[in-house]
């Protein structure tokens, strides 16, 4: 909250979502004094219901995503948002660091940057970091916003943006975000390849496509012997 609350651009609003939280986190939001902050809460403790409550009550044209856990640099929506602009592109990321529950710096991770090499890697692993992103909300609401997942629903979402060849894709090649790593996250999680495996296969049928029917079989295989 404070890495948003302190951006060099300051014409936002912050929509918190907390979702079947137990602990103190209502009482401790309440306590920053800020009129760009809106908290709501639900009780339905299921991720993709929860991003697209908080996009339909967003009032903005643009969003920035970012995990209750993890730190923004002070000039990542400045940065965004002009990128995104200027470019006309409709979904933005970046590369991150990886940080451990004490903030510290344990990696960095890369990403492919422009529109081709996004599409092409979107069959190898998930080609955009989701807590870095930022994109246009019409172009998300446009195919429904995020449909499937327990633990991959951006992977699913970025595969059905791509079927449309106008969506532009990119990742700023600097670290924005610090994504903290920690045990109970998803990445490298036998259900997440569960459940992009099925993207595969949906998509090797609705597309008529050999090459996710491949990708269908090896995510099975990563399923089964992760």
Known sequence: MESILSQSFVNFEIVVVMNCVSDQTASILKKFDDTRIRLYETNICQLAFNLNYGLVMSRGDYIARIDSDDIATYDRLKIQLNTIKNNNFDVVGSNVNHIYENDKT??????????????????????????????????????????????????????????????????????????????????????????????????AIYQKSIVFFFYFLVSIFKAIFK
């Open 106 to 203: 344990i990696g960095r991770k890369s990403y492919p940057k422009n529109n081709y090499e996004i599409r092409k890697s979107i069959l190898y692993s998930n080609p955009i970091s989701h807590p870095s992103v930022m994109y246009r909300k019409n172009t998300i609401l446009g195919v429904g916003g995020y449909m499937n997942g327990l633990v991959s629903e951006d992977y699913d979402l970025w595969i059905r943006l791509m079927r449309d060849k106008s969506v532009k894709f990119h990742n700023i090649q600097k670290e924005l975000t610090s994504y903290r790593i920690h045990k109970a996250q998803s990445m490298g999680n036998r259900l997440a390849y569960a459940e992009v495996s099925g993207y595969f296969i949906r998509e």
